[in-house]
């Protein structure tokens, strides 16, 4: 492509996790890094959590002389296929996978959160001082950090902890339709950290420099709001703006939304989950598509009013209704997601959930039990259970205090 016009450096993409979404999100990097080599360097790292693996008799790469397991990034970076997490998708020559979290962060300018929700923590504990100070991070994480004491988005988890600014990706996106290329748009938030010198004036600080940006970041349940210093991007870089970002994950078959509203992409992929749980358990029961859609009426309307109870400063509740994160990625879950797919196996076999994750998802994870669990911990803390009927009716019947039956007269009350 063309000349790196007035900007001498080119962006380095890193994507730490390699799961089933993990694996085709680095694919589209990849494939758009290549397509625009004037603004980012076509190599892209991509990390594994390494483990061993057999390459299975269907695959047109298995050959019957191999007879030990293989590491997982020896056999993707040979192959180009990830043959566990997304199996039969060919990926980019330019996408490198490294079991090493430091050498794929490495002089990375901008950094993709892809992992289960349950392993990012610890995941940037050991990133900690190992990025660079001023890189940038994306969130593609479908879940939130909540516990007794408060709630916070994973893209504000991920850049306290790593000292950045992050926004998010969440769309209605199912990761295999995605890699196969078949159409689909998504969400992207960023909202961009601005110069201190612009901050509105009470907020504004007599001692920063010129290169000091600043981010208004939701604090906790009074709505209150801290102010958090980043370190500006050398201006040897393009900006990472909302331009950049389209051009890194924009494909001509996975359309990209860039919005300011990363409250409201995060809260609805997260929460979304949760209802696709009760959506399975419903079709499970063999009830139609009446039943499964009043859940989903009802999920949506607990989406937004935990939207706006938690988040309700920044989030923009037009979110969940106008963007692909909101209300397309909650019907696409609640018709073929691997939450819904579980849920309703479980009714159909009468097997606890976990015992169908580990039988059919080849060791994917679901993220609505937990997510579920988490949020009714604190909605249990915040005293405000019946607000919520349908996420209450969720936890109770993971925790086997409720059955599937029970659901219509609950979310009633
Ligand atoms: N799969 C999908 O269709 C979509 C998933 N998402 C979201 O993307 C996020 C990532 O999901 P997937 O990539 O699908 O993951 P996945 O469900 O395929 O999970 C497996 C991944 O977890 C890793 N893992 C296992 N133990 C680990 C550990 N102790 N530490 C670190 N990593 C470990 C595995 O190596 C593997 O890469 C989730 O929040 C999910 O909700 C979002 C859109 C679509
Ligand atoms: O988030 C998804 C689709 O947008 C996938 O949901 P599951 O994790 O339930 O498969």
């Known amino acids: 492509m063309g000349s790196l016009g007035p900007y001498q450096r080119k962006h380095k993409v890193a994507v730490v996790g390699s799961g089933n979404w993990g694996t085709a999100i680095a694919k589209i ?10 603004v980012f360097q076509e190599k892209v790292e991509m990390w594994v959590f390494e483990e061993d693996v057999e390459i299975p008799k269907t695959s047109q790469h298995y050959d019957p002389a191999q007879t030990s397991p293989q590491k997982l990034t020896e056999v993707i970076n040979r192959i180009h296929e990830n043959v566990k997490y997304l199996p039969g ?22 950094l993709v959160f892809n992992l289960p929700h349950q392993f990012i923590i610890k995941t940037c504990e050991q990133l ?25 988005l994973f893209s504000e988890t991920i850049g306290k902890t790593l000292g950045i600014y992050c926004g998010a990706l969440s769309g209605a996106n199912i990761a295999n339709e995605v890699a196969q290329e078949k159409w689909s748009e998504t969400s992207v938030a960023y909202d961009a950290p601005t110069l201190d010198s612009k901050a509105p004036t009470p907020q504004r600080s007599p001692n920063a420099s010129q290169t000091d940006l600043v981010q208004f970041e939701h604090k906790d349940t009074s709505g209150q709001f801290s102010r958090v210093k980043l370190q500006a991007l050398p201006s040897e870089y393009p900006p990472v703006d909302h331009a950049v970002l389209k051009t890194l994950f924009h494909r001509h078959y996975f359309h990209v939304r860039v919005v300011n509203d990363v409250a409201g992409v995060s809260i609805s ?24 859609a009043a859940v989903m009426r009802v999920g949506l309307m607990e989406m937004v009013r935990f939207g706006e109870k ?5 989030i923009d509740t037009r979110t969940f209704t106008e963007e692909s994160a909101g209300v397309a990625d909650l019907i696409t879950s609640c018709s073929g997601g ?7 196996l479980s009714v159909e076999r009468n097997q606890p959930i976990g015992e169908v ?10 993220q609505g039990t937990l997510t579920s669990a988490e949020v009714n911990k604190f909605l ?23 059955s599937v039956a029970d659901i219509p007269s609950h979310i009633e009350r």
């Open 338 to 344: 691997r939450n819904f797919r579980c849920a309703k």
């Open 89 to 110: 998708i060919p990926l980019p020559a330019n996408l490198h996978a490294s079991p090493s979290l430091e050498e794929t962060v490495k002089d990375s300018t901008i």
């Open 310 to 314: 938690f988040f309700g400063a920044t």
């Open 269 to 292: 992929g997260a929460l979304k989950n949760i209802v696709a749980l009760a959506a399975g358990w419903v079709d499970g029961m063999g009830w139609g598509d009446n039943a499964k």
């Open 357 to 366: 994750e580990k039988s059919e998802l080849n060791g994917q994870k679901l």
């Open 380 to 402: 249990k803390k915040q005293g405000i259970e019946d607000q919520f009927p349908l996420f209450t009716a969720v936890n109770r019947i993971l925790e086997g205090k409720m």
């Open 29 to 38: 990097v990849a494939e758009n890094t290549a397509a625009n080599s004037d």
């Open 128 to 152: 900690k001082g190992k990025i660079l100070p001023y890189a940038r991070g994306i969130s593609c994480i479908k879940g939130v950090d909540v516990s007794e004491e408060g709630i916070n």
